[in-house]
């Protein structure tokens, strides 16, 4: 038998349907899925520019060598909420979703 939260799900989604229309989900789907691309296109690019940064702050042309500083390894989540603070966007009581959809919102409104 259904438990609650299936049918909260089954409601949302025919919610879903009848306020759009069944022609309206495979466009929503894929915005969906073309703002979680360019999520992940931005929060690459973002990682590849703080690793380049990082690079270019330890070349030295001194003949000095200083001794490599072991990385920090972040986590997903702290590079989340890294690029969220860096936007400006308020993180407290958010799930991670929501952090994420906020971040390319942004992203698509800098970018626009």
Excluded: C, Y
Excluded at 74 to 101: S, V
């Amino acid at each position: 038998m259904l438990e609650g939260w299936e049918w909260i799900i089954i409601g949302v989604v025919v919610i879903v349907v009848i306020m759009w229309g069944p022609a309206k989900i495979p466009e929503f789907a894929k915005a969906l899925g073309r703002a979680k691309g360019e999520f992940s296109k931005a929060q690459k690019n973002f990682t590849d520019a703080a690793i380049n940064t990082e690079n270019n702050n330890t070349t030295s042309t001194t003949a000095v060598v200083a001794e490599p500083k072991p990385q920090k390894i972040r986590t997903k989540d702290e590079m989340l909420l890294n690029t969220a603070h860096q936007l400006g966007i308020p993180t407290d009581g958010k799930t991670r979703e929501q952090i994420t959809e906020e971040i390319s919102i942004k992203v698509k409104l800098l970018g626009a």
